[in-house]
């Protein structure tokens, strides 16, 4: 799977939007983003996933460059309920039967 | 989306008795299902992959002895730390992969807090 990068913390008031980047410039062709987040004591709740094309659900958006080599999530308007853990996971697509790796993710405050 | 539970939510137990965890997807089969690890302030590390009806397989400095993992049904499997010691003490979450349909992808459980005194 290939390597990606996420700022170790972030800052948001609540109510703006909060945009999380990620680097992933090894991605491969076949490789999506997957994007996933972990409050704590908690397990990890999927968010969304994307290929090439900007994905959106009820939870936030994807934007992916044109390039693939990265992306930004965005929670459109944060609340304080959106504190977490945030990773960004790259890899084939999930039914291969392999399990998702984490890397250190992004650590989102939401301040009031 | 696809629900995986866990039982218990934390547990506390003294050093050298050992200690099951059942991890179960409520409403759909898991034919594979994982086992991952997480320390205070660190990132989840997995620990074993399972399929059902086969042995699992871990990753490397795992002991396998001492992570006994059984998956014995497509909604069932078991984790017991055997032997445990204070530096067992975790966050230990279970996850289950869904195939085919809306349900595709791997689905999280709210995880075990295991506390060895």
């Known amino acids: 799977d290939a390597k990606t990068t996420q700022p170790p913390s972030m800052d948001c008031a609540e109510g703006r939007a909060a945009n999380l980047p990620c680097n992933h410039s090894?991605?491969?062709?076949?490789?999506?983003v997957y994007w996933y987040r972990q409050i704590h004591s908690q397990g990890p709740q999927y968010i969304i996933h994307?290929?090439?094309n900007n994905e959106t659900n009820e939870m936030a958006s994807l934007i992916i460059t044109e390039d693939r080599k990265s992306s930004t999530l965005i929670l459109p308007h944060a609340t304080l309920r959106d504190t977490a853990v945030y990773y960004c996971?790259?890899?084939?697509?999930?039914?291969?039967?392999?399990?998702?790796?984490f890397g250190k993710g992004t650590s989102l405050l939401v301040t009031p | 989306g696809a629900v995986v539970s866990q039982h218990p939510s934390w547990v506390i137990c003294k050093s050298g008795t050992s200690v099951k965890i059942e991890c179960r997807s409520l409403?759909?089969?898991?034919?594979?299902m994982f086992w991952y690890r997480q320390f205070p302030k660190q990132s989840l590390m997995l620990m074993a992959t399972?399929?059902?009806?086969?042995?699992?397989?871990?990753e490397q400095g795992v002991e396998k002895d001492k992570f006994l993992i059984n998956h014995a049904s497509l909604t069932l499997s078991t984790l017991t730390v055997t032997s445990a010691h204070p530096e067992d003490s975790s966050f230990y979450i279970c996850?289950?992969?869904?195939?085919?349909?809306?349900?595709?992808?791997?689905?999280f459980g709210p995880g075990t807090r295991l506390t060895v005194l």
């Open positions: 090894t991605i491969s062709g076949n490789e999506y």
């Open positions: 996850s289950a992969r869904a195939s085919g349909g809306t349900r595709s992808g791997q689905f």
């Open positions: 409403d759909f089969q898991a034919t594979t």
């Open positions: 399972s399929n059902e009806g086969s042995k699992a397989t871990y």
């Open positions: 994307g290929l090439k």
């Open positions: 996971i790259v890899r084939v697509r999930s039914n291969s039967g392999y399990a998702l790796n």
